[in-house]
């Protein structure tokens, strides 16, 4: 499964982003979507997760209150709607597959996008 992170950008503190993670190819091996972010000189962290089973989501308590995870399985597309965003969201945002129903783990995932980009700054 091959897969596209898109929706990325230069956003002012308390502003909005909507980040999209489109699946292609054989869709029906991956259960769990995933998103994780990097910030320059940390380590990747867990952001946030959706099951496949149930569509139940999952949030770091970073964001928990601020970002909401939602998924169109007729479109195989994951959207990370970001609220409120604070500088310390800046990073780049990976989303992540993974054949377990649904992971905070990183060594959980099998499939990752490529990355996109959120700056929060004055």
């Known amino acids: 499964v091959q897969l596209q992170a898109s929706g990325g950008g230069l956003v002012q503190p308390g502003g909005s982003l909507r980040l999209s993670c489109a699946a292609s190819g054989d869709t029906s091996e991956y259960y769990g979507i995933g998103w994780f972010r990097q910030a320059p000189g940390k380590e990747r962290e867990w952001v946030s997760c959706?099951?496949?089973?149930?569509?139940?989501?999952h949030y770091a308590d970073s964001v928990k209150g601020r970002f909401t995870l939602s998924r169109d399985n007729a479109k195989n597309t994951v959207y990370l709607q970001m609220n409120s965003l604070k500088p310390e969201d800046t990073a780049v945002y990976y989303c992540?597959?993974?054949?377990?129903?649904?992971?905070?783990?990183?060594?959980?995932?099998?499939?990752w996008g490529q990355g996109t980009q959120v700056t929060v700054s004055s």
């Open positions: 959706i099951s496949s089973s149930d569509g139940s989501t």
């Open positions: 992540a597959a993974t054949i377990i129903d649904y992971s905070m783990r990183i060594d959980d995932y099998d499939y």
